[in-house]
């Protein structure tokens, strides 16, 4: 069997920049195991799998070790692979996934991701997470009902631009993904997002994280649009606005690499 495969940075509009994530469309889907041993293959922090469905497509994600419930940069990889790969015209692309229908539409500014605004939590400061991570946060917001993810705020970019993490403390401390931000020297905001117990040890642009980065900076900066920058050392510039309960995220995408991959 000969499956076609794109691998995209998303998130930027230079390669080598932004997230890189495989994007693998079906014609049906294929079995779960069969799924991860090629999101293991693929070694890559996502690797994204399209069925056509009657109205859009069914999507899902997978890192090397687990399936996700929602995954930014694969979806904006995705819609580029169909409109500059599969011949997709419409302006906006629906996707059927486990976080329910998402859509993203396409303008001159980019690819825009239409998501679901996480809810936040007031947390504590975990001292074990912030040694694992190397500083002291000044505050902690959960995210999600389960808190399946953790927001550590820092006072100056510069403080988060600084953390070296000992991953495997971090992961020893908790299950969760660390998210950490402060506000922009110039821009609004910028993270990291750091996943070890999803196999991911630092992930270089997070979509799924400005979920809930645009809501809390949104509500401290009293903005409504806000841009954003991810400081891996790939990098990676996103344009978040807040509407209501949905996070409106645009960003442009290239593709490095198309081939086959062969079972």
């Keep these: 069997m000969d499956l076609p495969i794109y691998q995209v940075d998303a998130f930027t509009d230079v390669i080598f920049a932004g997230n890189p994530a495989a994007v693998m469309p079906l014609e ?3 079995d779960d195991g069969t799924l991860q041993a090629l999101a293991m293959e693929n070694n890559l922090s996502e690797t994204a799998f399209l069925v056509p469905a009657t109205r859009g497509y069914e999507l899902r994600w997978f890192t090397p070790t687990v399936e996700v419930d929602l995954c930014g940069h694969a979806t904006l990889a995705s819609a580029h692979v169909l409109y500059e790969h599969l011949d997709h015209t419409d302006d906006e692309i629906l996707f059927h996934t486990r976080s329910g229908e998402l859509r993203v539409n396409r303008s001159d500014a980019g690819l825009t991701l ?7 939590f ?5 001292l074990d997470i912030c040694h694992a991570l190397g500083a002291t946060a000044s505050e902690t917001v959960l995210v999600g009902e389960n808190h399946h993810s953790a927001i550590y705020v820092y006072e100056f970019e510069e403080d988060v631009a600084a953390l070296r993490p000992d991953l495997r403390a971090l992961s020893a401390a908790t299950g969760q993904c660390i ?8 821009c609004d905001f910028v993270s990291r997002f750091f ?3 999803v196999g991911v040890d630092e992930d270089p642009v997070t979509g799924s994280a400005h979920c809930a980065l645009t809501p809390y900076w949104a509500g401290r900066l009293h903005l409504e649009e806000l841009q954003a920058r991810q400081i891996s050392d790939r990098g ?4 978040c606005a807040l509407r209501g309960e949905r996070v409106l995220m645009t960003g442009r995408a290239v593709t490095f690499l198309q081939g086959t991959a062969r079972l």
Excluded: C, K, S
Excluded at 236 to 239: D, E, K, P, Q, R
């Design 114 to 120: 239409d998501f679901p605004a996480a809810r936040l």
């Design 122 to 126: 007031p947390g504590e400061v975990d």
């Design 195 to 197: 996943g070890p117990a």
């Design 28 to 30: 049906q889907w294929l």
């Design 179 to 186: 998210i950490v931000t402060a506000p922009g020297d110039e």
């Design 236 to 239: 990676g510039n996103i344009t």
